[in-house]
């Protein structure tokens, strides 16, 4: 079992950057591969960010390429995504999330999700 808990959120002006953190509970973090999705209003929960165990490859929707980088540190097993650049259409529930491949969480394929933190970005 595995808790995530994903902090970081907030309000933030367009242009700005915001670093979510996302901390996980239990002793097999690092067997993870860990994700970002994002959710607006009336839309669905979109993949953001995938990266591996080991922290060596990392994959990005085509929205966020080049603004967002996600990282991860399994010493203190927490994930993290700095966004910059933000625009209004970043205004979303910002969800981590558990997986088995990185592949796999682009298909939605997820073991665990965390709660979620809200980002909204203003003009």
């Known amino acids: 079992q595995v808790q995530l808990v994903e902090s970081g959120g907030g309000l933030v002006q367009a242009g700005g950057s915001l670093r979510l953190s996302c901390a996980a509970s239990?002793?097999?973090?690092?067997?993870?591969?860990m994700g970002w999705f994002r959710q607006a209003p009336g839309k669905q929960r979109d993949f953001i960010s995938s990266?591996?165990?080991?922290?060596?490859?990392?994959y990005y929707a085509d929205s966020v390429k080049g603004r967002f980088t996600i990282s991860r540190d399994n010493a203190k097993n927490t994930v993290y995504l700095q966004m910059n650049s933000l625009d209004l259409d970043d205004t979303a529930v910002y969800y981590c999330?558990?997986?088995?491949?990185?592949?796999?969480?682009?298909?939605?394929?997820?073991?665990?999700w965390g709660q979620g933190t809200q980002v909204t970005v203003s003009s």
């Open positions: 999330a558990a997986g088995t491949t990185v592949l796999g969480l682009m298909r939605r394929e997820v073991h665990y």
């Open positions: 239990g002793r097999t973090f690092s067997g993870y591969a």
């Open positions: 990266i591996t165990t080991r922290g060596t490859g990392t």
